[in-house]
């Protein structure tokens, strides 16, 4: 493999196991197998979809991809190196380079802080030198939004716009690779587009790796070139989204499609397929 074709973030049969609580006095905590031998990658520059239904394991993916959590089992590689077992240098590096966006971008702002304060906590926190007024003017510039909004509070944004802010605040510490839970299923309809449009456009400018992970065949469809599709624990299938959502190879995988396929019209009106 020449460099250029190693994944930059890679899971290997990763396997990650819950201890749920006792069910009888005696006898072992049950376990419950949330992810089975998963085998992710994305390479640099690419954007990669993860669907599937409730429960299947996405979200907890997504916390071995941010280094949230240690899989029981299984390689967690970043750039090619085993993050879990790696020097702090290259921790700290790891930890610059993936960041998430979240569902939900009114949770996950502190209400009492200034947008100002809230964009300057990760640089202060990952220990980020520079000139951080100049750092937070260049993010916000490339997520739309003015320096008018850096006194304002989160309650003063629109769904939409405040999407944007955390849009910004994972870009701040330069990342390699933006991961986004469901960045759109709590914004309108109407806006939804917009900030899919934005995050295209922001891996394409900054050459950023997404991983976008979404119940939406449409959303994932508009912005990702390949999809991985999750099943109870596992990976059913992977492939380009028009092959997987208009002919699925795997029963499994099929199933999935056929249940969420409502409609064959994507967001602005086109037809997806
Ligand atoms: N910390 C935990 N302790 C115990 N069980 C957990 C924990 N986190 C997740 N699970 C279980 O692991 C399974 C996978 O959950 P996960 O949140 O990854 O699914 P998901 O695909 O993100 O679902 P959704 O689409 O609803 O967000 C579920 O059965 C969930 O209950
Ligand atoms: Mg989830």
Known sequence: MTPSQIPII????VCQEYKLPRTSLFGER???AALKNVDF???EGES???VGESGAGKSTLTRILVGMEKPSSGSFKFKNQEVWSSDDEFKAEFRRSVQMVLQNPRSSFDPRMTIAQSLLQ???GLKIGGDHQKRIHEVLDQVGLGVD?????PYEFSGGQLQRVAIARALIPNPKILIADEPVSALDVSIQAQVLNLLNDLVK???LTLILITHDLSVVSYVTTRVAIMVNGEIAEVDSPKALFQNPKSTIAKSFVDSVLTVGKGIEGESLF
């Open 10 to 13: 890679q899971t290997i049969g």
């Open 30 to 32: 049950p376990v419950l």
């Open 41 to 43: 990658y994305a390479m």
């Open 48 to 50: 990669v979809g993860i």
């Open 122 to 124: 990760p640089l202060k």
């Open 149 to 153: 909004s850096l006194k304002k509070y």
């Open 205 to 207: 400018d900054l050459n």
